[in-house]
């Protein structure tokens, strides 16, 4: 078994494109992805920052949707 991992901003689009592809060329497609980013937040929900709020969504939400996107391609059904 191998285990790999790459560190990146997973907010961050082309960082997410860019490890993707570090691992497709290091150890071929991936039969499993993990998405194990997230954050939380000390704030009461209604006293959140927006630029909070945002980092929230960003990390929680479409950080994985970048990963689960950019290897579905290489899947089928």
């Not at 901003?9 to 497609?29: C, P």
């Amino acid at each position: 078994m191998i285990a790999h991992y790459i560190k990146c901003d997973v907010t961050d689009s082309e960082a997410v494109d860019a490890a993707a592809n570090e691992i497709r060329e290091k150890l071929g497609a991936p039969s499993i992805l993990i998405n194990n980013a997230g954050i939380g937040s000390d704030y009461p929900i209604f006293e959140l920052p927006p630029q909070r709020v945002k980092k929230l969504v960003e990390v929680n939400l479409t950080s994985h949707w970048y990963d689960i996107s950019l290897l579905r391609e290489h899947h089928t059904d």
